[in-house]
């Protein structure tokens, strides 16, 4: 039971848990733990720490792997909180506005205490079944990419070619694609233009889909015709792709592997001005931090990405792939 991995890690800083979720704002945990899809479903789900989790939610067609109650108000929710007697309960405080706090410590007259860290260790090991999720996953996008029609057309017409894909295939997006070209590929992130695309333009298309819930994350470069200065730094950011991923291991923080790729930069490195990966799974940015400063510690099992990319001279490139961390190294799904 995933409970059982969160319950060690909490025990003797909460005795209860709880996760609260709504559709327009999903917490990801809600499904981790219940198994409902809370981009779909609002509800709570909460437990004694080392007992049965309690789900409360309005949707009753999804398979759900806990107890539940399908009635949703806050008064419900309340009177089955306080039989469990709590004394401190665990919460994601990222997810838990000030207002539900102050109803919920007058209703139960509990302290609650930020477990956040400890939700995102136990998500960051991937299961069996997590892992084949996002390799299905993995596979959609790079489907998705091969099938584009990209010189000739505009950002707005690749976009529109990804997010067709997708719809034919059923699987829902895991973020809105970006798709830039020539100076647009300077931007960090840029919705698509009517630009259209030509053979010397370096185009930066990054997309994701979701499978079973899970994301992937994946984003190429693509240059025809790239001019000399085009070239070099295609070149680093290729041969960085490759370092990164050959070295990263098990042991190294986020700190360690995004060094190795700011070496590589060399005098190109400030134009590097973003981290290096993030973990993958339900959200398509979760822990690990893959960054500069970055003391997450990678293990085995953890799924996460690495994207080296410039935004110049000139033009930007990144390259970015999804992918678990083995006792031997990265392996790209």
Same mark, same amino acid.
């Given at each position: 039971?995933?409970?059982?991995?969160? &319950?060690?890690? +909490? $025990?003797?800083?909460? &005795?209860?848990?709880?996760?609260?979720?709504?559709?327009?704002?999903?917490?990801?945990?809600?499904?981790?733990?219940?198994?409902?899809? *809370?981009r779909l479903a609002s509800g709570t789900v909460f437990w004694k720490v080392g007992e049965e989790p309690l789900l409360?939610?309005? %949707?009753?067609?999804?398979?759900?792997?806990?107890?539940?109650?399908?009635?949703?108000?806050?008064?419900?929710?309340?009177?089955?909180?306080?039989?469990? @007697?709590?004394?401190?309960?665990?919460?994601?405080?990222?997810? +838990?506005?000030?207002?539900?706090?102050?109803?919920?410590?007058?209703?139960?007259? *509990?302290?609650?205490?930020?477990?956040?860290?400890?939700?995102?260790?136990?998500?960051?090991?991937?299961?069996?079944?997590e892992l084949k999720s996002i390799e299905n996953a993995c596979g959609k996008t790079r489907k998705a990419l091969k099938?584009?029609?990209?010189v000739g057309n505009t950002e707005a017409g690749v976009y529109a070619q990804l997010v067709s894909y997708y719809a034919?295939? *059923?699987?829902?997006?895991?973020?809105?694609? #970006?798709?830039?070209?020539?100076?647009?590929?300077?931007?960090?992130?840029?919705?698509?233009?009517?630009?259209?695309?030509?053979?010397? %333009?370096?185009?930066?298309? %990054?997309?994701?889909?979701?499978?079973?819930?899970?994301?992937?994350?994946?984003?190429?470069?693509?240059?025809? $015709?790239?001019?000399?200065?085009?070239?070099?730094?295609? !070149?680093? +950011?290729?041969?960085?792709?490759?370092?990164?991923?050959?070295?990263?291991?098990?042991?190294?923080?986020?700190? %360690?592997?995004?060094?190795?790729?700011?070496?590589?930069?060399?005098?190109?490195?400030?134009?590097?001005?973003?981290?290096?990966? @993030?973990?993958?799974?339900?959200?398509?940015?979760?822990?690990?931090?893959? *960054? #500069?400063?970055?003391? &997450?510690?990678?293990?085995?099992?953890? +799924?996460?990405?690495?994207?080296?990319?410039?935004?110049?001279?000139?033009?930007?490139?990144?390259?970015?792939?999804?992918?678990? !961390?083995?006792?031997?190294?990265?392996?790209?799904?």
């Amino acid at each position: 039971m995933r409970t059982k991995k969160l &319950d060690e890690l +909490v $025990n003797g800083k909460c &005795d209860t848990v709880m996760i609260i979720s709504s559709a327009d704002s999903p917490e990801m945990n809600l499904q981790y733990y219940s198994g409902i899809d *809370a981009r779909l479903a609002s509800g709570t789900v909460f437990w004694k720490v080392g007992e049965e989790p309690l789900l409360v939610t309005r %949707d009753t067609a999804q398979k759900k792997s806990t107890r539940a109650i399908t009635k949703v108000d806050r008064e419900t929710t309340y009177h089955e909180l306080k039989k469990l @007697h709590p004394k401190a309960i665990g919460v994601n405080m990222d997810y +838990v506005s000030a207002n539900a706090l102050k109803r919920l410590k007058k209703k139960t007259g *509990a302290k609650f205490v930020d477990i956040s860290k400890e939700l995102k260790q136990v998500r960051a090991v991937k299961e069996r079944s997590e892992l084949k999720s996002i390799e299905n996953a993995c596979g959609k996008t790079r489907k998705a990419l091969k099938q584009l029609d990209i010189v000739g057309n505009t950002e707005a017409g690749v976009y529109a070619q990804l997010v067709s894909y997708y719809a034919k295939e *059923a699987v829902p997006l895991s973020f809105e694609p #970006i798709v830039a070209s020539g100076k647009n590929t300077r931007l960090i992130h840029s919705f698509p233009t009517k630009k259209r695309i030509v053979k010397s %333009d370096s185009v930066i298309i %990054d997309t994701g889909c979701r499978v079973g819930g899970y994301c992937s994350d994946m984003t190429i470069t693509h240059c025809e $015709n790239p001019d000399a200065k085009t070239g070099e730094m295609l !070149l680093a +950011v290729f041969g960085a792709s490759k370092a990164t991923m050959r070295e990263v291991r098990p042991g190294m923080t986020g700190n %360690d592997i995004s060094e190795i790729a700011r070496d590589y930069f060399g005098k190109f490195a400030k134009y590097w001005v973003y981290g290096l990966g @993030h973990g993958v799974g339900l959200d398509v940015h979760e822990y690990p931090s893959l *960054a #500069i400063g970055s003391k &997450d510690v990678l293990k085995k099992g953890m +799924v996460f990405t690495l994207e080296p990319g410039l935004v110049g001279p000139g033009q930007g490139a990144r390259i970015e792939y999804t992918g678990v !961390l083995t006792s031997k190294g990265f392996k790209a799904l």
